[in-house]
């Protein structure tokens, strides 16, 4: 059997809430911050100075009622292309960020049936790390290889528990909207509904700081159609730094006739973008419409030219 590592990680809830953060737990294993002295944590929030070490201290639980096996590693966190939550690099990738800087104290555990097991996890910040946020997670992988559903390919699970670290230095938050593009899609009948037009557009975080970006979109000119304009649902909760996702919107209410421009806004914090494209349309019926109104003209214009020669041409005229 072929293996593949899928990492349902970092919560296997990809969510669009900016909601804080909570403990890993796929119902049979969970990872988590030990707790400190005054209040459990959710997620590993660590503040550094560039050259200095961190250390901590994480749980792995195991819920099942036999002893499971897991690889401990330290992950970079990334925003998905696919609807920009969030998600982790492979044991096997390469670590770029927290997750090259990051080390458990045992790279392997084996947890008893309904039990936990205390772990080590030191960060080693570099002289040279980026004021900023830096995202990652201590991921905990099952060393069992299950079938994955209809597939040849074994399927390891893996959990991870976020970190987030804030290198100390200059904040700089940056947001921007790049390459609108409205799709419109003129529905059978006016009015009616159900044109299936789409609102595409990319989030870009420029700064060095997550941001929980809000996005809203609003149409101009003179068109045809609902009035354009409301707050957009899918949107990420937490954009990383450097990051960009694809998202794309069905816009039900679009215009199906006329020209003016689409807006896309966001904002976060103290920051904002926006960007916008042209749209000029003609729906089919009035395009019909005109195609038989041009036709007629030019039918009749003939038949009058053809009228008039005859008429130049009879000999009774004379």
């Keep these: 059997m072929r293996t593949a590592f899928v990492a349902l990680l970092l919560l296997l809830l990809t969510t669009f809430s900016p909601a804080p953060a909570r403990a890993a737990d796929n119902g049979e294993w969970s990872v988590r911050p030990a707790d400190s002295a005054i209040t459990p944590r959710a997620a590993f929030e660590l503040p550094a100075r560039p050259g200095t070490t961190l250390t901590d201290r994480a749980v792995v639980t195991n819920t099942t009622g036999a002893e499971l096996t897991f690889r401990l590693y330290v ?3 990334h925003n998905t292309e696919r609807d920009g939550g969030l998600a982790v690099r492979g044991i096997e990738e390469t670590q770029r960020d927290i997750g090259a800087w990051g080390k458990p104290e045992q790279d392997t555990i084996t947890v ?24 990652g997670a201590l991921v905990a992988v099952d060393t069992r290889v299950r079938p994955a559903d209809g597939s040849h390919v074994g399927v390891q699970r893996g959990v991870g528990a976020r ?3 804030r290198v100390e230095g200059p904040e700089q938050p940056g947001l921007t909207v790049e390459d609108v593009r409205f799709t419109a899609r003129s529905p059978q009948v006016p009015w009616t509904g159900g044109s299936g037009s789409t609102l595409s557009y990319t989030l870009h975080n420029t700064g060095n700081v997550k941001l929980a970006p809000r996005v809203s979109f609003r149409a101009g000119g003179v068109f045809l159609g609902r009035p354009g304009g409301r707050q957009l649902a899918n949107v ?20 199906f006739a006329g020209w003016g421009r689409v807006t896309v806004t966001a904002s976060a914090d103290d920051v904002r973008g926006s960007g916008s494209d042209g749209f000029l349309k003609v729906p089919w019926l009035v395009t019909g419409c005109l195609a038989l109104l041009s036709a007629a003209w030019l039918l009749l214009r003939r038949r009058r030219r053809a009228q008039g020669r005859a008429g130049s041409t009879d000999p009774a005229s004379g």
């Design 75 to 77: 992950a970079d966190a």
């Design 112 to 135: 008893p049936a309904r039990s936990a097991v205390t772990v080590g996890l030191t960060l080693n910040v570099p002289r040279d790390a980026q004021p900023g946020d830096h995202v």
């Design 163 to 165: 970190i987030y670290l």
């Design 236 to 255: 990420p909760g937490e954009l990383l730094p450097g990051q960009k996702v694809r998202l794309t919107e069905t816009w039900a209410g679009a215009p």
